[in-house]
């Protein structure tokens, strides 16, 4: 646990709705009945008012001051007015909502009806985050998305009067038939957007999504035979960092980038290891064991046992009613292991000796071996207290955090 962070919650509201399943997609999201909206909210709220109760017969504790609230999806912007009001007003009758809360919902452009957008701007959302993907109409098109380069215009423009300059935009490296010089017209476009935030991601293949399991068998449906080489997409992303830099977007985390001030504080909560609670489909919570705040031994504080939960990704299971949500507690070795892939996602890296304060060293020194071996092969640097990914360590991320996966295997192991 880093800090005192533990004090305050953040809150992930899910919303799986769309009017279209995009090719890439890997979550837990679908074109669902419009006629669901009104049970799916009556449950999130039936979540939100039993989350306390929850947590306590866990033995966990939920902070009941909230400084972030998420929105995300899908695509939240379908919801009718008189439904987000009803969702913040159970947010704010469960939980003391800070009056500078980060309150952000995601939109996909051209899917904001006027209602709507009123409705947001009173229900107190500070922050847009708009699933552009890839301003090439086009592309776009071809990969599930409903709009087109000036929906995306129309929306900054209407969002901003309405007094939401807080913004996001995202872009996907690797969609099919993407090339460097569509990619640089992306890049150019956001950076004409002005936005103050910015989310870049690399496309991923795995057998969650439609063109990934296309890409997996080397079919051609989705152009998925169009899809970059892997060298082409590293290249965009160098080149995305490199654009954004250059426009006052530095890079904070791995697919992240953000002028001064405008980090999302929703997002910092997970890789810093703080607590917040999920509710909807597939929604995670991480909590904190209430009776483990303030012990020690040896001189030093015991790390508190950690809570994880994850909610049904079966929508008609979650409507059905009350459903348990799968639960893990975490191991001083497992919270570890996590300090490690979740620190080092953010360019500020890791500090060892916080790490060593938390856990001890019988769990640190070994990874510091890791460490050595991976700063050899330039993956990793180390200077002073902290240990960073290199620009290469972060394009094989993945790489890099499955050797700290294995040396805490190890590790635990040799402890049998």
């Known amino acids: 646990m880093t800090g005192n962070g533990a004090n305050s919650l953040g809150i992930y509201i899910s919303f799986p709705f769309c009017r279209s399943k995009c090719t890439y997609c890997n979550f837990a999201s679908g074109v669902y009945p419009a006629a669901d909206h009104v049970p799916y909210v009556d449950r999130l709220i039936d979540d939100l008012n039993a989350a306390k109760a929850w947590a306590a017969a866990m033995g966990a504790e939920l902070p009941r001051r909230v400084d972030t609230v998420y929105l995300g999806g899908g695509t939240p912007s379908l919801l009718e007015p008189n439904l987000l009001e009803r969702l913040f007003a159970a947010v704010r009758a469960e939980f003391d ?28 959302v500070s922050r847009v985050s708009l699933g552009v993907q890839s301003f090439v109409d086009s592309e776009a098109r071809a990969s599930g998305r409903l709009h087109d380069r000036a929906a995306v215009e129309t929306d900054l423009r209407r969002l901003r009067a309405a007094g939401i300059a807080n913004l996001n935009l995202d872009l996907i490296a690797g969609l099919a038939g993407q090339t460097v010089a569509s990619w640089e017209e992306s890049l150019a476009a956001l950076v004409d957007a002005g936005v103050p935030h910015a989310s870049v991601y690399i496309l991923e293949v795995d057998e969650d999504s439609r063109l990934g399991r296309e890409v997996l068998k080397r079919g051609a449906r989705y152009r998925a035979d169009l899809v970059p080489s892997d060298d082409m997409i590293a290249r965009m992303y160098e080149l995305a960092i490199e654009q954004l830099e250059e426009t006052g977007l530095s890079q904070y985390e791995i697919s992240n980038f953000a ?59 979650y409507l059905a009613g009350p459903t348990t949500p799968e639960t893990t507690w975490l191991s001083p070795a497992r919270q570890h292991e996590e300090a490690w892939f979740l620190g080092l996602r953010m360019n500020e890296g890791v500090c060892v000796d916080a790490l060593r304060h938390e856990f001890g060293p019988e769990l640190v020194e070994p990874a510091m071996e890791t460490v050595e071996r991976l700063v050899d092969d330039g993956l990793l640097v180390a200077d002073g207290a902290r240990v960073r990914l290199t620009a290469r360590g972060r394009l094989l991320s993945n790489d890099v955090f499955q050797e700290f996966l294995e040396s805490a295997a190890a590790t635990t192991a040799c402890d049998r």
């Open 97 to 124: 909502l800070d009056a500078g809360a980060e309150v952000t919902m995601e939109c996909a452009p051209g899917q904001l009806a006027d209602a709507t957008l009123a409705a947001v701007v009173a229900a107190g």
């Open 259 to 317: 002028r001064p001030g405008f980090e999302s504080r929703h997002n910092l909560r997970y890789w810093q290891r703080r607590p917040y609670l999920g509710v909807g489909l597939d929604a995670s919570s991480m909590a904190f064991h209430a009776a483990a705040f303030g012990n020690g031994a040896r001189g030093q504080p015991e790390p508190p046992d950690v809570l994880r939960s994850t909610t049904a990704d079966d929508l008609k299971q």
